[in-house]
């Protein structure tokens, strides 16, 4: 996974792309993406995504379909650790700080 990139400044957001050919879930991305953003370390500080929905599930959403198709539209909005994540099903993941008020 690369580095999440900063697109935006106020509020403060990022792009990352989750390559289907990695060897990384779009869960996985996410959730390396989000500690990135937040300076964690997802092996010693966990970020919760499980707390907010189920990762196999995020996962099936953007592999290819059982006929062996991709998925090339569509997309998923939520929150995880103050942040609001949006993941396409191009492979364009957007983070941005969720906006209070």
Do not use: W
């Not at 390396?32 to 599930?57: F, G, H, K, Q, Y």
């Not at 198709?69 to 191009?90: D, I, K, P, Q, Y």
């Amino acid at each position: 996974m690369s580095e999440p990139t900063l697109v935006a400044v106020e509020p403060r957001g990022y792009h990352v792309y989750h390559d289907p050919a990695s060897s990384h879930s779009v869960s996985e991305t996410v959730i390396e993406a989000v500690a990135a953003i937040r300076n964690r370390d997802p092996t010693d500080d966990p970020i919760p995504l499980t707390n907010v929905l189920d990762p196999d599930a995020l996962d099936s959403l953007f592999t290819d379909t059982h006929r062996g198709s991709e998925r090339n539209g569509g997309h998923t909005v939520f929150s995880l650790s103050g942040l609001e994540v949006f993941v396409h099903a191009n492979g364009h993941i957007f983070i941005r700080e969720q906006q209070s008020g």
